[in-house]
């Protein structure tokens, strides 16, 4: 099956508010059911940690999503200004603010080499820290332990860089793959990925427009490719 890609402008679209609350709902309820669990004293000193360490993820990721709200809300460039971003030192930002969670789900990820890394892209480190984190932790939903690794990817087409996550979920048709694109487009949860709303996908893609990039998704045999597209900077990349 030949991978298929597809990006587009409606990325952008306004998510809905049964969207919007539905993935702000969902931390706060599971926030809920583990304060409960704790109330069992069978637990072990063990599970009991586990729980606590799933607090503090689950919280840290709604604040996360409130935080980008926020700034999609204030978008100026005088916050966000634009420079040349070397992607090495992204990837190391990016790569401790995604340590807890891949610790805590046992997923393992792949990082771009030294020599894909050694780019410089115009763009804001923090706009775009954020668009790769938040790939991140959705394909860290997918990925499963024994898996491979999920595969960050940093290539050079054309005028841009192409900064991809792929993830090694479930399988998808054409057909599937099709109805995706079209859930994406009306922001509502997607059948196979039930974790996944459009709202992440809208703050993301709002990201990447206030900085000249655009996002798409790649579709494989075996999982998905989030990418952002961003502009290469005209400054020489370090030796």
């Known amino acids: 099956m030949e991978d298929r890609e597809w990006s587009d402008n409606s990325f952008g679209l306004m998510p809905s508010i049964l969207v919007a609350s539905h993935e702000l709902k969902s931390p706060l309820s599971l926030i809920r ?3 409960l ?3 069992d004293d069978s637990l072990t000193r063990i599970e009991v940690e586990q729980i606590q360490q799933n607090i503090v993820q689950v919280s ?9 709200l926020a700034c999609v809300a204030n978008l100026q460039p005088s916050l966000f200004p634009l420079e ?11 790569s401790g603010e995604v340590y807890p ?9 792949s990082w771009p080499s030294s020599r894909q890394s050694n780019q410089l892209i115009v763009g ?12 991140l932790v959705n394909s860290m939903k997918y990925n499963g332990k024994d898996e491979v690794p999920i595969q960050v990817s940093a290539k050079r087409i054309g005028d841009n860089v192409r900064l991809g996550v792929r993830d090694h979920g479930p399988a998808m048709e054409l057909g599937e793959y099709s109805r995706l694109v079209d859930e994406l487009e009306q ?3 997607v059948k196979s990925r039930p974790e996944s709303s459009g709202l992440g996908v809208y703050v993301s893609s709002q990201f990447a427009r206030a900085m000249g990039g655009v996002i798409g998704l790649t579709r494989h045999r075996d999982g998905l490719t989030f990418y952002v597209d961003m502009p290469v900077s005209n400054q020489l990349s370090l030796v």
């Open 187 to 189: 922001k509502k949860t």
């Open 33 to 35: 059911q583990y304060g």
């Open 84 to 94: 040349p971003v070397h992607i090495s030192a992204l990837i190391q930002q990016v």
């Open 37 to 39: 669990l704790l109330a």
């Open 101 to 109: 969670h891949s610790t805590c789900q046992s997923r393992r990820i």
């Open 60 to 68: 840290d990721s709604a604040l996360g999503l409130v935080s980008d």
């Open 124 to 135: 804001n480190r923090v706009l775009l820290g954020r668009i790769l984190s938040n790939f």
